[in-house]
């Protein structure tokens, strides 16, 4: 049979982490069809020869926030240029499915704008599957698949709501979840530091991950704590898995914060532990020093119980504010993230500015701010939401190298982005695989080329459950990248981010090339994954 196209010349390295060899790939109605040695002569109707450029498994970015984004930009440009050929969406507990609350589409699309963008949505979806039609019907270049989100089924019963669910409303959010998972959801994920999620019990989070286990598909977390508390807060996660006998994946893996930093290596022996206690557990990290989230996230839980306008009624209330400030600077309630003690508001950047007179502290962070307008960090926090309706990011530099290092060379942990848009986003938007494998593969031999590929193809996959992506081997899916190992890199910094990677020639989904010399074709040949 004659393929539809060949990619000659080409170094593969197939995604297992077995070592690369010289050879071809052959292409033929969106698959694979066949990988061979060396200068096999192959049978296509087009060849490309990649002069000796790696040939791998598309990317696959298991921390994504494009669940808006794709609507204005079906191609998700810095993604795609960047290797990325799926991305599962529905992350830290905000999926954009189910939502059947009345007048519930515009009060999340708010209340989340720091976090997936102010992005004007005609939102036509109740249900799971209606969202993946829509992000079909708009069209798609790379594939996405969703997790179905805590904060969402919780909105769509309780709202905003600091409270416990009784037993019929608890019934209620579990019936959504199965409804999502009927629909092709590839798992559950949580936020647990994000309102409204911030405010169920450990009881609630194991009943609604219960849900899983018919399915076999994973829980996603952004824990607790990634600081004070994060071990309380993995032995909630970790034993949430043992009892219900579901898959784990950890989101966004870190050590955050003076009080944790340097023990990477402890963490890594829990998640050891964990697998030795029969919990499949799994990881991902993003190579970089500093997290990323929306600001309104330095608010205690109780700012956000009612809802977005509520929120911003009350940060112009002087007594909620004094409040929120003594919450904040003493610690006052147990178990809350507290990013802002924990980080310290001189290692909090402000992004996406968009008024006067705040666009030019575009960057700065908040500390340098409230130094310059005369005022407490926290009345620079509030003003800056009022006047910003929400929609301002953080960048929280927070992280040791050493630690990333560390998580890195852990073979359970694969690379995502965690990668938010806007006009001034973190860099790990448009860097994070080329950043990899040009620093820490090439630069630092921290990784071998094929560990590197490895977690950021069979392993997500495997954790994902994509069954057809991840690895080269006849009938699985075409969706490849082709890089140069002497010069592959991403000059993406935190002061200028919006660039795109180097030495990354061509990105196919599909069979079809969405990425060729590099630059976008414009094409959309992805699909909305349903397992």
Same mark, same amino acid.
Request: glycine share 10%; hydrophobic share 40%.
């Given at each position: ?23 071809? *790939? ?81 009060? /999340? ?121 994060? /071990? ?103 178990? /809350? ?20 007179? /705040? ?18 960090? *926290? ?151 349903? *397992?």
């Amino acid at each position: 049979m004659t393929a539809d196209l060949a990619l000659e010349n080409a170094r593969i390295v197939d995604g297992t982490g077995a070592p690369w060899f010289r050879g071809s *790939v052959a292409v033929a109605d969106g698959q694979i069809q066949r990988v061979v040695r060396d200068d096999a002569d192959l049978d296509a109707e087009s060849t490309v020869d990649v002069d000796g450029d790696v040939v791998c498994p598309g990317f696959v970015d298991t921390h994504s926030h494009s669940d808006l984004e794709l609507f204005a930009d079906a191609t998700l440009a810095p993604k795609l240029r960047q290797g990325i050929t799926t991305e599962i969406l529905g992350q830290d507990g905000f999926s954009m499915a189910p939502m059947h609350r009345e007048g519930g589409a515009e009060e /999340w699309a708010q209340h989340l704008s720091g976090l997936a963008g102010d992005v004007d949505v005609d939102w036509t979806w109740g249900d799971t599957d209606a969202y993946l039609e829509a992000v079909e019907a708009n069209g798609i270049a790379s594939n996405v698949a969703t997790l179905v989100g805590h904060g969402t089924v919780r909105f769509n019963v309780l709202g905003m709501a600091d409270c416990e669910p009784t037993d019929d409303e608890l019934a209620e959010m579990a019936e959504l979840v199965d409804d999502a998972l009927d629909a092709g959801a590839v798992g559950f994920s949580t936020g647990l530091v994000y309102s409204p999620q911030v405010n169920a019990s450990t009881e609630e989070v194991q009943q609604l991950a219960a849900r899983l286990a018919p399915y076999g598909r994973p829980f996603v977390a952004h824990i607790r704590s990634e600081g004070r508390w994060i /071990w309380e807060a993995l032995d909630e996660f970790v034993d949430i898995g043992a009892e219900e006998e579901i898959p784990l994946h950890l989101s966004h893996y870190k050590m955050s914060g003076t009080m944790q930093q340097g023990k990477a290596g402890r963490g890594n022996q829990l998640i050891e532990a964990a697998r030795e206690r029969g919990v499949d557990m799994a990881a991902e990290q993003y190579p970089y020093t500093a997290g990323n989230t929306l600001l309104s996230a330095v608010l205690p839980p109780w700012v956000h119980a009612e809802g977005p306008e509520a929120v911003l009624e009350t940060l112009q209330d002087e007594e909620s504010r004094e409040r929120i400030r003594k919450d904040i600077e003493q610690w006052r309630i147990d178990g /809350w993230e507290n990013q802002g003690a924990r980080s310290g508001w001189e290692n909090i950047v402000v992004r996406n500015l968009d008024t006067e007179p /705040w666009r030019q502290y575009e960057g700065e962070s908040v500390a340098a701010i409230a130094a310059d307008r005369d005022q407490h960090p *926290v009345e620079t926090v509030c003003d800056v939401l009022v006047a910003e309706k929400l929609s301002p990011a953080m960048i929280l530099h927070t992280i040791a190298e050493s630690d990333v290092r560390e998580i890195m060379a852990n073979e359970r942990v694969g690379v995502a982005t965690d990668g938010l848009f806007g006009a001034f986003p973190h860099p790990r938007t448009y860097g994070t695989y080329p950043r990899i494998l040009g620093t820490y593969v090439r630069e630092e031999n921290h990784l071998s080329l094929e560990e590197a590929v490895r977690k950021m193809t069979s392993l997500p996959t495997r954790a994902m459950g994509l069954d057809r992506k991840g690895i080269l081997r006849p009938g699985m899916d075409a969706d490849l990248v082709v890089f140069d190992p002497a010069t592959v890199s991403s000059p993406a910094t935190f002061d200028n981010p919006r660039q795109p990677p180097k030495g990354m020639p061509h990105v196919l989904v599909d069979g079809q090339f969405v990425v060729r010399d590099g630059e976008p074709t414009g094409e959309t040949p992805g699909e909305a994954i349903r *397992v």
